[in-house]
């Protein structure tokens, strides 16, 4: 393995940005007024021309960032115009500009404007990355301008071009919801709460709208008397509804999202269950005195709701199955006793509490809420498939180093392994590059691989020296060989984003040891000559394969000509909905003692797993020099497949 020396600086990155403006004409004919700039594109817009707008903010925005400063009110209102209007041809500028915006921002000025874009990407983010941004918002901490960036630097699918298709794709959907879904302004995307739903997750699979009401044959099936009826009817108000159903969001239930009018009268929202659609008057105890059977309104109510809701199945049909039962039974009760043939309202009121109790838990409940926290169209599709690992370890001159591998090839009918060693795709290849961004994510180089083409193996290897400098990674697999077929084709490519890590200690007195690297043993076809360890990591192991992992150990203390450890190994089942070891499971643990005649040991270690049931784990390894009476951990996830695919 060579090191490729990396050198650090704002110098790269404006000479990047210089680079792509030449790109852009720098001064437009609309952009020669002078004046507020975002006064001056509303005149344009007004006018019905919206380029000219355009025009105006990306002069404005690029003069004030090659004086160090940005205005992100700016590079919002373009890429806002831009998807409004559907100008595809703008969106690799509106991309930049809208990154651009938030680079050397002055939060005193424009904290406000900040505040509100965090709003806006908010309900994408996980529970803990959002408590965490609200943090920063609130003491308007500059470091938030850094995390709104990274968000979306992550995630575009095509990190070597300026487009950032996320981003667009992001921007497309509000100004889709600000179109459609209208019926109130409750959320940071001005729009009702479907416009937050709609831009997480995209469009349901499944959605069902209408009205609610006792007007229908349920009334007449439940209520003879036609006086209590329209006492009923007077107390529904009949609200407005619509259910959202997704059958990707969570791996082991349906995700429903029920809106309508909140109390049956308010705002068109976002609500936790039926009840809370069911107006105050029809809670009331005195709805008792209007209907028959001593029963408060809202327990009608609640039976005619989940009637019209049946439909959609899950939940909805359960609870009407229960009601409909309970209130089957009461009537047939009366048929035989001669009773009033309604059911005790404590038992429609313990269903009721029951009910509203289970939709007040869920999103507490992680096995009934939503899995992911947003959702793209853009997902999976990636026209090569890649695994990326970085490696922390030490060179035999007792220097930091990070090794990034790439292993990919480009997607076929058949299983991804042995699409990865090439099998009958000789006459395609895959090219990597390495993208280097320094702790203000401003790209500082690129590094190129070979073009790995399948008959060697499509695997590269980088090789850096690891500096105290935090730096963030991006490794991109482009297909190559693939000139003839039609340009109008998009061809995304595999991608993977590396945080950064702290470099391994240095400290001669003190033990060390490098990241795991989790795979199995290479196989023929594959060039192992590219292979910085002498294991293929992938995503997924089979269990058909032997799982090995290599470790490597620094600093171990010789004495009388040997060093004398203990690898130990844990692996453990992982709840992925929960993010932690499954509870009760006992894992596989397996334990090493090795020797060394040198300081430093390296080992491929069988890990003899293939009975384990296919699922997510946690790899978790411990180190003991049994000489210096010192330990050191570190942890890999890896999934296991039950046999790995032929074709």
Excluded: C
């Amino acid at each position: 393995m060579s090191t490729l020396p990396i050198h650090f600086g704002r110098v790269g990155a404006v000479v990047l940005l210089g680079a792509l403006l030449i790109r852009f004409d720098p001064a437009p004919l609309a952009a020669q007024e002078t004046g507020d700039p975002l006064q001056q594109a509303q005149r344009w817009l007004d006018a019905g021309s919206p380029e000219a707008a355009l025009d105006i903010w990306e002069a404005a925005q690029d003069s004030l960032y090659f004086q160090g400063i940005s205005d992100p009110r700016l590079g919002i209102a373009y890429i806002q115009t831009a998807t409004e209007y559907s100008l595809d041809r703008e969106y690799d500028t509106a991309s930049r500009l809208y990154i651009q915006g938030f680079t050397e921002t002055d939060m005193d000025r424009f904290g406000d404007t900040v505040e509100e874009e965090v709003r806006r990407i908010q309900p994408l983010l996980s529970e803990a990355d959002s408590a965490a941004w609200e943090a920063l918002i609130e003491e308007r901490d500059p470091a938030i301008l850094l995390e709104l960036r990274r968000f979306w630097i992550n995630k575009d699918p095509t990190p070597t071009t300026y487009e950032n298709e996320r981003l667009v794709e992001h921007w497309g959907r509000i100004a889709y919801a600000r179109r459609t879904f209208t019926q109130a302004v409750n959320s940071p995307y001005r729009t009702d709460d479907r416009g937050t739903i709609f831009i997480q997750f995209g469009s349901p699979g499944r959605r069902k709208a209408g009205s609610l009401g006792s007007d229908g044959s349920e009334l007449r099936r439940w209520v003879s008397d036609r006086i209590a009826r329209e006492a009923i009817a007077r107390l529904d108000p009949n609200p407005s509804y619509e259910v959202w159903v997704y059958d990707t969001l969570n791996p082991r239930e349906l995700i429903y999202f029920l809106f309508g009018n909140q109390n049956g009268t308010g705002p068109f929202r976002l609500v936790n269950g039926v009840r809370d659609l069911i107006s105050s008057a029809a809670m009331s105890p005195s709805s008792r005195r209007l209907t028959p059977g001593n029963i408060r309104a809202a327990h009608f109510m609640e039976l005619f709701y989940y009637a019209d809701l049946s439909a959609i199945g899950g939940e909805f049909s359960r609870r009407y199955a229960t009601l409909e039962q309970v209130w089957g039974q009461a009537e047939s009760r009366s048929v035989t006793l001669g009773t009033g043939g309604f059911p005790p309202e404590g038992s429609l009121a313990a269903l009721s509490i029951q009910y509203d109790q289970v939709d007040q838990q869920v999103q507490q409940d992680p096995f009934r809420r939503p899995y992911e926290t947003e959702i793209s169209d853009l997902e999976d599709v990636a026209t090569v498939q890649l695994v990326a690992t970085q490696t922390r370890i030490l060179s035999d001159e007792n220097e930091p180093r990070l090794v990034l591998t790439a292993l990919s090839a480009p997607r076929a009918q058949q299983s991804t392994f042995d699409s990865i060693f090439g099998l009958g795709l000789e006459e395609r290849g895959v090219l990597h590059t390495l993208l280097v961004r320094d702790s203000t994510l401003a790209e500082v180089g690129q590094l190129v691989g070979q073009d790995a083409r399948f008959g060697r193996g499509g695997v590269s290897s980088f090789t850096l020296r690891h500096t105290p400098e935090p730096l963030y990674f991006t490794m991109v697999a482009k297909e190559v060989g693939t000139e003839r077929r039609s340009a109008e084709i998009i061809r995304f490519p595999g991608h993977a984003n590396l945080p950064p890590l702290p470099p391994l200690t240095t400290a001669e007195d003190s033990l060390e040891i490098s990241d795991l690297v989790i795979g199995i043993e290479p196989h023929e076809g594959l060039d192992e000559t590219r292979l910085p360890f002498p294991v293929v990591p992938g995503e997924v192991l089979w269990r058909d394969d032997a799982v090995l992992a290599y470790l490597e150990v620094y600093h171990l203390l010789v004495v009388d000509g040997v060093a004398r450890y203990r690898a130990s190994f844990q692996v453990l089942p992982w709840d992925e909905v929960m993010d932690e070891p499954i509870q009760g499971v006992t894992p596989v643990t397996l334990s090493f003692d090795l020797e060394s005649v040198e300081p430093t040991s390296r080992q491929v270690l069988n890990l003899g797993i293939e009975n384990l049931v296919p699922g997510r784990y946690q790899v978790l390894i411990t180190v003991d020099d049994l000489q210096r009476g010192t330990a050191r951990s570190r942890h890999a996830m890896v999934e296991i497949g039950s046999l790995r695919p032929r074709r």
